[in-house]
Each structure stands twice: as C-alpha cells, then as structure tokens.
C-alpha cells in the first residue's frame, strides 16, 4: 500500500498495538473499540481514517460534532467524549452514539428529557475523576454509586458503563493503578445488579497510555494525537 497517507500509517501502529496489548493481557482485540479522536482536524483527514476502515470517532465540542457530521458518511459513529452544557445536549442527541461525559444528575437529567422527546435511548458513560485532580471534571469515586442508582431511574438513558481521563504523564506506568481503580469500581457497582444499569463498558486510555489501559481492561480507547498527529489549537 504504497499510496497509504499517515493517517492510515498511523491507524495500522495503533492498531497493532491495541492487538498486541490484548495478547499480553490474554484479551480478544476485538473487545476494544479503537476510537479516533478527530477534535479540531479538518475533514479530509476524518476520510482517509475514514476510508482505513475506521468508523467510531470522538469529539468533544457539540458545533464540531454538528460540521462534521453532515460532512462525513451516515454510517460514522459519534461518540461525545467532552464535557457537555445541558443546553446543548439537544442538538446532539439525535447524531451521537454514545455520550461518554456524564458526571451530574442534572446532566443525565436533561439528556433523559431530549432522548425521551426523540423517542430514542441514549448509552451513557458516567465520568469518574479516579485521580480527584482539580483541574478535571467527572464525579468523585465515592459518589459513582449514589449517582449511577440516581440516574439509573431516568428514562430515556442507558447507563453503560465508566469513563476516565487519567493525568498527563510521562511514564504511561504512572496511570495505570487509575485504570486498575476505575474497574475495580466498575465491578464495585456490577455486583450491585442495579435495574437498567451495565457496567460492562470502560472508556479509558488516550494517546500516551492506551496500553496500559488495554492490559486493564479498556474496551473504548480514546486515540487522537497517535492517530491524526498534534493538535494546533492556534486556528
Ligand atoms: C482529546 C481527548 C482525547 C485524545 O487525546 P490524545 O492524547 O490526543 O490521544 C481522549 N479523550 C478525551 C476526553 C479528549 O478530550
């Protein structure tokens, strides 16, 4: 494939580095939904992810996801990976697959009302804060469960599993008892049998560190900058 672009190079490296993840960790790499985080990247490039085979990408901004899903064919996936403003959520509730970045009632809240107005029901992930950095959102650790039974009573909303964006660090090494945490947790609230509430999803590892994440036990890994290079939040 002497035509490949970089994306594409790049995709087939992640790639093979999630299956080879999976190997070490005795998983299938088909459990791991390779998500590709297309946040400030022009179109084009979506499209030759796109045309590599890749059809779950993740945005965090809901005017983004709204360009680009008219732009991009109807079979893509969006997954809404960012903090989301509740007076958004009905311009995205209809186009999104997932929203990965619920982590208050008064959000699962108004996502309930609009699905239920749409006549669809939307999968949610609730974000947990594992590491309780300050800078972050996402719901403290021990507050997950009080807010999962909270939110499990809405209609409207699936509550799939947990979410996690881990610090920035050098030493991928560094994060990964967060990843550990966060599925302990998830576990934690299975065992629960909560009504309308799975935990079988786990939406964690970015760029640095979706190894780790892949050999703790990641089914969604959230890949940007391996994918589709640097950002350049200038323009
Ligand atoms: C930007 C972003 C990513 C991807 O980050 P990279 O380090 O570029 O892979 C993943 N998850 C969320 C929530 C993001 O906002």
């Not at 660090?169 to 609230?189: A, G, K």
Request: aromatic letters at 6%; one cysteine or more; proline letters at 3%.
């Amino acid at each position: 494939m002497s035509n490949e672009t970089s994306v594409q190079k790049n995709l087939e490296e992640v790639r093979a580095r999630i299956r080879e993840a999976s190997d070490k960790a005795g998983r299938n790499d088909r459990d791991v939904t390779l998500i590709a985080v297309s946040k400030t990247k022009p179109v084009s490039m979506l499209m030759e992810a796109y045309e590599a085979g890749m059809r779950d990408f993740g945005e965090n901004k809901v005017q983004e996801i709204l360009d680009k899903y008219d732009r991009m064919p109807s079979d893509v996936k969006w997954h809404m990976i960012g903090h989301l403003q509740t007076n958004k959520v009905k311009y995205i509730i209809d186009k999104v697959c997932m929203i990965h970045s619920v982590d208050s009632y008064k959000l699962a809240e108004v996502i309930s009302r609009e699905a239920v107005k749409h006549n669809v029901i939307m999968p949610i992930l609730i974000e947990v804060n594992v590491a309780g950095e300050e800078t972050k959102f996402g719901t403290g650790r021990e507050g997950t469960e009080e807010l999962v039974r909270q939110i499990s009573l809405l209609p409207g909303i699936k509550i799939e599993g947990l979410m996690t964006i881990a610090p920035y660090v050098e030493d991928p090494e560094e994060n990964r008892q967060y990843f550990v945490d966060l599925r302990q947790l998830s576990v934690d609230i299975a065992r629960k049998n909560i009504d309308n509430v799975s935990m079988g999803l786990l939406s964690m590892g970015m760029t640095n560190d979706y190894e780790v994440a892949v050999t703790e036990g990641a089914t969604h890994v959230r890949v940007g900058t391996g994918i589709f290079g640097a950002r350049d939040y200038q323009v």
